[in-house]
């Protein structure tokens, strides 16, 4: 410690203990911009967990229904943005007939839109290859009313079209015809309630996806085979995107998480140091007075 | 009226509770119908609660900004947030484009909803690392080992940790899906067993808070 006068040393722990926020605030925007402008580009091992949900979509045969609810709102756009990215990329890749919809209505533009722009990407056409059916009220609701009835809860999709006449939707009349389906939630309704709701009762296969908060808490579903597979956070789209062999956000982004992550580590750590210093200098000074 | 107000919601209740709890287990085709038109019926509710959300939000603020309470500024600048976007989404009939080219209400959600909610959320890293310095501290052997496993995680969830730490990548997994999923599971359980005695002290009348108030 720097002094020689052990009240000067007391005074250096105790104001780091209370050093100002916004110094943290800027360790931390450096921490995130600088692998952003500079990326180094550490291999990213593949998880168990997200192997899951890719082995199935490589598994399915061409022509199979895939539906995917986009279940999060510009929020969560940094982490389930890209894992929706990859997964239409694979899914129109292995020339599935892609159902999107989304149960929360501030995510409708948000999910219109990446369905558009992959599917341009990727040469496929609206009604024929892929359907985005929009958003309906009624949350839980709609799961079960796609379940009974897939026209009954989406007589049209999100451009007007009826769905009764729509290629991609032949032979599809319920949830029970679906092959697999993926879940990309931030929240509720989301993973726990397509399970609950839709694949307990009308028997398709289902994996998830969810924001890095949420994936501890879909441990058990993934564990007892519930679902699938989970892409968990930035770390799992990086994965998918690694798997897919495609260098996209959330590659881009794991340098920017793997420092920041460093510095609130090496942040903590100090915060003890300096409080443990502090303590045990409070015990020697009580001793002393004593 | 309390016959009205309280006996047959408790009634409805009753009867339709019990009725679909059966109705799970009877896969006959009129109970399937029946199911079909309650989701349905759910549905339109849930469109009418929107609505009456909505209309709720104007009167809690349009009562701040008419008797001027403090911070009626930002209620004024909400009320006209959300008409601008009512006009300007009925305006573009709920399209944020069309034919390719954004409409309006594709423009204010594109450049005004998104970027706001993002950097709402995106700011929570700056605060979560400074709670963290000035919280997260070994007081005792819990919080010591809280710590730890955090750490461990933290590190193994990113490439950098990996690399640093080959160890730690392996040691995140196996906290997550052995410690972190048997005391999910357990708190699942719990929750579950909590709301299943909750729907039935509803259906039965026992619990009748979601009634609301007012006078008997």
Redesign the interface.
């Known amino acids: 410690m720097l002094g020689d006068d052990e009240g000067e040393t007391v005074s250096f722990t105790e104001r780091m203990l209370k050093i100002d926020r916004r110094i943290i605030f800027l360790v931390i925007g450096f921490c995130t911009l600088l692998p952003l402008l500079y990326p180094v580009g550490l291999p990213i091992k593949i998880s168990q967990e997200v192997r899951g949900v890719y082995d199935h979509i490589e598994s399915l045969p061409e022509g199979s229904a895939f539906l995917l609810s986009l279940d999060f709102d510009p929020a969560s756009k940094p982490e389930l943005h890209p894992q929706s990215i990859s997964l239409l990329r694979h899914a129109f890749r292995k020339n599935l007939r892609v159902i999107a919809l989304t149960l929360w209505v501030s995510g409708t533009g948000m999910a219109d839109q990446v369905i558009t722009q992959v599917a341009r990407e990727m040469g496929k056409e609206n009604g024929k290859d892929y359907v985005f059916l929009g958003w309906s009220p009624g949350g839980t609701a709609v799961i079960i009313n796609m379940g009974q009835d897939l026209y009954g809860a989406f007589p049209a999709d999100y451009n007007g079209k009826p769905t009764k006449e729509l290629p991609v939707l032949h032979g599809i009349t319920n949830l029970r015809d679906v092959n697999y389906a993926v879940s990309l939630g931030a929240g509720r309704p989301g993973v726990e309630e397509w399970y609950v709701f839709g694949k307990d009762k009308y028997k398709f296969e289902m994996g998830g996806g969810c924001t890095g908060v949420m994936a501890p808490g879909l441990y058990p579903l993934l564990r007892s085979g519930q679902i699938n597979g989970l892409i968990g956070g930035l770390r799992g789209a990086a994965e998918y995107e690694t798997l897919m062999g495609q260098r996209g956000r959330a590659i881009a982004g794991m340098d920017a998480q793997s420092a920041t992550h460093l510095a609130i580590i090496v942040l903590v750590i100090m915060c003890n140091l300096f409080y443990f210093s502090s303590r045990s200098r409070a015990r020697s000074q009580g001793q002393a007075g004593a | 009226m309390i016959f009205l107000r309280r006996q047959i919601p408790l009634l409805i209740t009753l009867i339709t509770g019990l009725v679909f709890a059966g109705q ?1 287990y009877v896969p006959h085709p009129a109970s ?1 119908q029946m ?2 038109s309650v ?2 019926w ?2 339109i509710i ?2 009418f ?2 609505v009456l959300g909505v209309s709720s939000l104007f009167h809690v603020h349009a009562v701040k900004i008419r008797r001027k309470e403090a911070g009626w500024g930002y209620s004024f600048v909400l009320y006209v947030g959300m008409l601008g976007t009512i006009a300007v989404g009925l305006w573009s009939n709920g399209k ?2 069309v034919d390719g080219a954004m409409t309006a209400f ?1 423009w204010i ?2 450049f005004m ?3 706001l ?2 950097t ?3 700011i929570l ?2 605060f ?3 709670a ?3 919280s ?3 007081r005792s052997r819990e919080a010591a080992v809280l ?1 730890i496993a ?2 461990i995680v ?2 193994g ?7 640093l730490i080959p160890l730690s ?1 392996d040691l995140s ?1 196996w906290i ?2 052995v410690l ?2 048997s005391v ?2 357990a708190i ?1 359980i719990g929750v579950s067993l909590g709301t299943v005695a909750l729907s039935i002290k509803i259906i039965f009348g026992m619990e009748r808070s979601y009634l609301g108030g007012g006078k008997e």
């Open positions: 799970y399937e199911l079909t989701t349905k759910l549905q849930g469109g609660a929107l944020e484009a594709g959600y594109n909803m998104v970027p909610q993002s709402m959320f995106a890293a700056f979560i690392a400074s963290a310095y000035r997260f501290r070994a710590l955090a750490v933290m590190m969830r990113v490439p950098l940790g990996e690399y990548g997994q997550l899906n972190n999923a999910r599971r699942l």
